[in-house]
């Protein structure tokens, strides 16, 4: 049953469906599948990203199955998970189960998604009573050939070396103290790569009706910091897909946000710095080169919502 699944999920990968609002970067025309995996361009990075995930249940499950559809056929260098990865109150140590029914199980068994798989802390993974450092810890003690959380803020790279093409800031934004503060500028100050990603789980801007914006109240602290310094804000928690885009903020940023992993989904408001939205579950997709990053949106069952390509 599952290899038929999978099966119709990749004949309907590259197609397009309409749906959602918004208005600049539309959806794009609808093309017919690709039986064959498209040749990546030279010298990319490819990734999935969503979060809002550790369900355990059949909607985790359906991202999962799109997500390796997805890796299958266009290609991922890894993973990146936007938080809340253990509902509803996290994980309670390295050996607690949800381990393993809602992380190896689900992700483990497919083979596209046996790759690097980083994450950033969520709300769920944070408050009393989760274990945050066991998240940590599993990575630490290699728990897991995939799982990649060193610290609660880190950054990574990629390809390996020098200069990177990509590079992502994975921050906490349950407390994004001043440690936090000075670990991200030296980061950035020290980044050679073309594109730089700030992750986190809480969104600054936000089109949806569970969550106000910044509701950690981490901006004032990190805008100067990031103002005209990086390309995209990456965030879960509003359990939507939206791509917003502020004029009134002046750094010129894009937020996505991709709560779309499996837990409940949210509704949605107008809002004018909206370009697309759309309440479905789903998986997030970027491809980076030295002159642009383009940025896909796939539904669970298989069709490509939205699409748009950033360029320096």
């Given at each position: 049953?599952?290899?038929?699944?999978?099966?119709?999920?990749?004949?309907l990968l590259l197609?397009?469906?309409?749906?959602?609002?918004?208005?600049?970067?539309?959806?794009?025309?609808?093309?017919?599948?690709?039986?064959?995996?498209?040749?990546?361009?030279?010298?990319?990075?490819?990734?999935?990203?969503?979060?809002?995930?550790?369900?355990?249940?059949?909607?985790?499950?359906?991202?999962?199955?799109?997500?390796?559809?997805?890796?299958?056929?266009?290609?991922?260098?890894?993973?990146?998970?936007?938080?809340?990865?253990?509902?509803?109150?996290?994980?309670?140590?390295?050996?607690?189960?949800?381990?393993?029914?809602?992380?190896?199980?689900?992700?483990?068994?497919?083979?596209?998604?046996?790759?690097?798989?980083?994450?950033?802390?969520?709300?769920?993974?944070?408050?009393?009573?989760?274990?945050?450092?066991?998240?940590?810890?599993?990575?630490?003690?290699?728990?897991?050939?995939?799982?990649?959380?060193?610290?609660?803020?880190?950054?990574?790279?990629?390809?390996?070396?020098?200069?990177?093409?990509?590079?992502?800031?994975?921050?906490?934004?349950?407390?994004?103290?001043?440690?936090?503060?000075?670990?991200?500028?030296?980061?950035?100050?020290?980044?050679?790569?073309?594109?730089?990603?700030?992750?986190?789980?809480?969104?600054?801007?936000?089109?949806?009706?569970?969550?106000?914006?910044?509701?950690?109240?981490?901006?004032?602290?990190?805008?100067?910091?990031?103002?005209?310094?990086?390309?995209?804000?990456?965030?879960?928690?509003?359990?939507?897909?939206?791509?917003?885009?502020?004029?009134?903020?002046?750094?010129?940023?894009?937020?996505?946000?991709?709560?779309?992993?499996?837990?409940?989904?949210?509704?949605?408001?107008?809002?004018?710095?909206?370009?697309?939205?759309?309440?479905?579950?789903?998986?997030?997709?970027?491809?980076?080169?030295a002159d642009d990053?383009?940025?896909?949106?796939?539904?669970?069952?298989?069709?490509?919502?939205?699409?748009?390509?950033?360029?320096?």
């Open positions: 049953m599952k290899k038929a699944v999978l099966c119709c999920l990749a004949l197609s397009s469906a309409p749906g959602g609002c918004g208005g600049e970067g539309v959806p794009p025309e609808p093309s017919p599948p690709s039986p064959l995996p498209p040749t990546p361009a030279p010298n990319s990075v490819r990734f999935f990203t969503f979060g809002d995930w550790g369900t355990g249940d059949a909607n985790q499950i359906a991202v999962a199955n799109e997500a390796q559809a997805v890796c299958q056929f266009l290609g991922c260098d890894f993973g990146l998970f936007l938080g809340d990865n253990f509902y509803t109150t996290g994980v309670s140590s390295v050996d607690d189960p949800q381990w393993q029914t809602k992380y190896q199980d689900v992700y483990g068994i497919l083979p596209a998604l046996r790759i690097p798989l980083y994450a950033v802390l969520g709300n769920h993974d944070w408050d009393v009573p989760a274990n945050p450092q066991a998240e940590v810890d599993f990575d630490l003690l290699d728990r897991d050939e995939f799982w990649r959380m060193p610290a609660f803020n880190y950054s990574f790279a990629s390809p390996a070396g020098a200069p990177p093409l990509l590079e992502v800031f994975v921050i906490n934004s349950n407390l994004f103290d001043a440690a936090a503060q000075v670990s991200l500028r030296d980061a950035l100050d020290a980044s050679t790569a073309s594109w730089k990603i700030v992750a986190f789980h809480h969104p600054i801007f936000d089109n949806g009706t569970a969550h106000p914006d910044d509701e950690k109240g981490i901006y004032p602290a990190l805008k100067p910091l990031i103002c005209g310094r990086v390309d995209l804000l990456l965030s879960g928690h509003e359990h939507i897909f939206s791509h917003l885009r502020d004029p009134n903020d002046g750094c010129g940023y894009d937020q996505l946000i991709v709560g779309t992993g499996g837990r409940v989904l949210h509704s949605m408001t107008a809002d004018p710095r909206v370009l697309y939205t759309e309440a479905t579950f789903g998986v997030g997709y970027f491809e980076a080169t990053v383009t940025f896909r949106f796939f539904r669970a069952t298989g069709e490509q919502a939205y699409s748009f390509t950033r360029t320096h």
